[in-house]
């Protein structure tokens, strides 16, 4: 059995950030993740005026529940999605004018649903190029609060800014989705919010958030579940066990049931309250699994799939056509290019056996489909070549060691 540390979660280390930000008081936040979308986040919040330290462990944060210390500022939000989303969110709180820019493939990603409804909430924001995207300016006077409807049916990032800044409205929210992909995320945010003192809760389709102020904390991050999903894939590929502690039943994430696909198709699956162990069979099972709460691991399931006994069929995952690729027609093309068999549709993407042979990888800047092909790679005679091997930097700069470190270890070399 393989024993692989897993660097902590993106997900929980955005939100940390945000309501540490947000909170009365200093907050620790321990074992953060150290990427290129976690540094963003952290510059944005020194770029807005907060003030935190980084220690390789440990980041503090000095809470300023009132806004930014800043009246004006420009904030570039590299790639990242939550930087990109979170942070207009937490300015539009306070007080000033504040200009938010990303990267080119970030302006691609979809911004108008959470724009529409800060402007809806009387947030004076303006996109200053191409409608419900980046770049935009606001002028931020606080946000009183009320009622609103919110289609989160693109991402559920859109849900969650507005949640988290739901306890700096001076009223309140009451947010009621028309549609929701990626509910575990949702209540991951719900119960962070919780843990630094924030009641929100859901009834039914609306999600209430009382003007209860964040306190700070010290706040221990979990191990990333989506990148621990390439790590359990290798495992189930190739017959191998891993175990990935510090991640498991009690888990906030929930890409931790990809170990439950995984067991679906015939690996022996054994989570603890804090670690999550996956043998591989003989040989996987073919299947057909909605992934709509889980779609971060839909390239890793697709990387996997032609090594099956029969047909993998993926449903409900139209929201990955609007990541940092359309992940859909990217495993498509790249499995294509393999030699495998590979239909889709609008939301949906069935991969036939094969033995894929050694290709090219179009990574389209997109760290999940690096990983997870790099994966086909250790049963595909001749490996794959990425054409963009430094694009892991956003979630695990350090993947490509950890992946050789499990092959040397596997005697996969």
């Not at 962070?192 to 958030?209: E, W």
């Not at 040989?283 to 699994?289: A, D, F, P």
Request: charged residues 20%; glycine residues 10%.
């Amino acid at each position: 059995m393989t024993v692989v540390e897993i660097p902590g979660s993106k997900s929980i280390t955005a939100r940390a950030l945000f309501l540490a930000a947000a909170a009365e008081g200093t907050t620790v936040l321990r074992r953060p993740l150290r990427s290129d979308d976690s540094e963003g986040f952290a510059e944005g919040l020194r770029t807005l005026g907060y003030r935190l330290d980084q220690q390789p462990d440990a980041w503090t944060v000095e809470g300023r529940p009132a806004g930014p210390a800043l009246g004006e500022a420009d904030v570039y939000c590299r790639d990242g999605a939550t930087t990109a989303r979170f942070l207009p969110t937490l300015a539009a709180a306070g007080q000033g004018t504040f200009r938010f820019d990303a990267s080119a493939q970030m302006r691609r990603r979809p911004l108008g649903p959470l724009t529409r409804a800060l402007r809806e909430l009387g947030v004076d924001l303006t996109h200053e190029q191409a409608e419900g995207h980046h770049p935009l300016t606001l002028r931020a006077d606080g946000i009183k609060g009320g009622a609103l409807t919110l289609d989160a049916g693109l991402s559920s990032q859109f849900l969650t800014a507005l949640l988290l800044a739901g306890p700096l409205t001076s009223d309140g929210l009451d947010i009621t989705v028309s549609d929701l992909v990626s509910v575990p995320y949702v209540e991951m945010t719900l119960a962070m919010m919780r843990r630094f003192g924030n009641d929100a809760r859901r009834v039914g389709d609306t999600f209430h958030v009382p003007p209860q102020g964040y306190r700070a904390t010290d706040y221990l991050i979990e191990p990333d579940a989506s990148t621990a999903s390439y790590f359990l894939a290798a495992a189930a590929l190739t017959g191998r066990s891993v175990t990935i502690p510090g991640l498991g039943s009690e888990s906030l994430q929930g890409d931790i049931r990809f170990a439950e696909v995984l067991r679906e198709m015939g690996a022996e699956v054994t989570l603890t309250p804090d670690s999550v162990t996956v043998t591989g069979p003989a040989r996987l099972s073919g299947i057909t699994v909605n992934m709509r709460d889980i779609s971060d691991t839909v390239p890793t399931l697709a990387a996997i799939a032609p090594f099956a006994d029969g047909p993998v069929r993926i449903e409900d995952v139209y929201n990955t056509r609007v990541k940092e690729c359309d992940r859909l027609a990217a495993c498509a093309e790249n499995l294509t290019a393999l030699g495998v068999r590979v239909e889709t549709g609008r939301d949906w993407i069935e991969i036939h056996p094969a033995q894929p042979r050694s290709a090219p990888i179009a990574c389209h800047g997109d760290h999940r489909i690096a990983m997870s092909f790099s994966i086909t790679a250790l049963r595909t005679e001749g490996g794959v070549t990425l054409d963009d091997p430094g694009c892991v930097r956003k979630t695990f700069p350090g993947f490509h060691d950890a992946l050789a470190d499990m092959r040397t270890t596997w005697g996969l070399d």
